[in-house]
């Protein structure tokens, strides 16, 4: 039974780039639909899977089996990445901190190899830029600092993509589209300003698409969305996601502890002796109502 991957899907139909061929822009897809088992399995199959398919007289094609993913990415669901660069932009849209805390616990959660996040806009930075990204680079994330106008960092983007398979994630307006376009000039995606009258991003991107690049590597643009829900992560796993959290953990007096209100708790200890930001703290409190307010609710 023949293979490819899924590029893109699109109104019940799923696009493969079959076994063997390389992907460019100018790639003939097969149309594919599922069989019909595999329709009644929510995210059977998704961008980026790999699977078997059997031909049809009419040239579309049936998906009949998804192969294991190496990975997926949980929302939106992309499988088989290798690498997420989240993607903020620095101003306008100003850094929302919980949201971006909270694209970093997803991919956390999703067992991404690789986690980049990316301040777009720099070309508009402030005098406060530095103090907005310390957290993170503290707790041991790679920070690219970036601009789609002034193309500031995009020779370091290009090598970050280079033989990888990476997704562009982050909320709409922050300028994924633009700095697609910046690192390849090929792609021309449609790119969109923000709305005034809320300060959003105007949704560009309509469906999760592998896409190659100059100089080798595959990225997936991805709707931007405005909230990264995280409600089916269990609340004794929660912490484990906060890298600069781990080595704490150990510390603490119950092995059932939230890190929440009880005492002796090795990562409230952390948080008292400035080891840890109160920053990523209270977006780790915020998440853990979030998880517990569902619970409650069922």
Known sequence: MPTGQVIKTYNGFYYIKREGEALTLSTELLSCRLRGRLKREKGAVVTGDIVQYELLGDGTGVIEQCLPRKSLLHRPAVANIDQVIITFAIKEPDVNSLLLNRFLVLAEWSNIPEIVICFNKMDLSSAHSEEIM?????????????????????????????????????????????????????????????????????????????????????????????????????????????????????????????????????????????????????????ILQTILDRKKAY
């Open 134 to 286: 310390k957290p993170y680079m503290e707790a041991g994330y790679r920070v690219v600092f970036v601009s789609a106008h002034s193309r500031r960092g995009i020779d370091e983007l290009r090598r970050l993509l280079k033989d990888r398979v990476t997704v562009f994630a982050g909320p709409s307006g922050v300028g994924k589209s633009s700095l697609l376009n910046a690192i390849d000039t090929e792609l021309d995606l449609t790119t969109g300003g923000i709305s005034e009258k809320i300060k959003r991003g105007k949704h560009t991107t309509r469906a999760a698409c592998l896409l190659p690049v100059a100089d080798g590597g595959i990225v997936v643009d991805t709707p931007g969305f405005s909230a990264a829900e995280l409600e089916q992560l269990d609340k004794g796993s929660l912490a484990g996601y906060f890298p600069e959290f781990r080595p704490f953990m150990e510390n603490c007096h119950y092995n059932t502890c939230t890190h929440s209100h009880e005492p002796d708790c090795g990562i409230k200890n952390a948080l008292s002796d400035g080891l840890i930001s109160q920053e990523r703290y209270d977006a780790y409190l915020n």
